[in-house]
């Protein structure tokens, strides 16, 4: 077995996705909040996995966007090169069977750490997702903070540019994402921070819950009161404070989940 294989958890248990279904049914204001692990299925790889950038040791950090050249332009050309890949990744069960929900009004917002998209690809309403890490599919200007479509600066790549820059300021575009050493959005992690605090059930999918300030809304949700459910590959940190924490496919358990709320909920 390759480095890249990834072995499936198992499948849910019936009395798990009972109790999963149970509380998301009497749930009336559900808070969902995904990380990498969502996004796996849909072929882009966690963080932390094998063909991570914390694996091969490619971690952008701020400094080196915006003062070192040759990293400018290895950005670039990455960039031109990987960026169509992105394009044409699909949302997956698990992004579906969250949108099925947020369009039936069982989901106050999504939050997610994921740069990807997915989650409004997959039909969630835009305004009610909140992209604590940016989007890799929006960039800005440093200097005037102007932002652009990520498939325009695409057309400029492929047209022969080899460092796009403002054309409003002539400052230099980087996508809108946190690198490493920059602080949260502010308006997203207010807007997080708020949900978090009147949800009643927060389902968290795919997320390694070991980087914060981000880690701190499942707590935040508890204290206040939440139920908090956990759905990942692996076991995290705050399991102990799960009313259920299953080590299963995101995929699959969100899909089975959502068919069965849904055919609960249709009827009252």
Known sequence: MSDDTIVKAPAIAPPDLDRLVDLVVSSERMVVFTGAGISTESGIPD??????????????????????????????????ERYPEMLAREPNAGHLAIARLDAAGKVLATITQNIDGLHQKAGNRPDHVIELHGSTHRLRCMDCGREYDGIDIQRRLEAGEEDPRCEVCGGPLRAATILFG???????????????????????VGSSLVVNPAARLPVIAKERGAHVVIVNRTATPLDGIADLALQVEAGDTLAAMADRVLAETKGH
């Open 47 to 80: 963080y932390r996995g094998p063909n991570g950038i914390w694996a091969r040791n490619a971690i952008p950090t701020i400094e080196s966007v915006r003062s070192d050249p040759e990293a400018q332009r290895k950005h670039w050309e990455f960039r031109r």
């Open 182 to 204: 920059e602080s949260l959005p502010k308006q997203a992690l207010q807007t997080a921070l708020a949900v978090s605090q009147v949800t009643d059930l927060m389902l968290i």
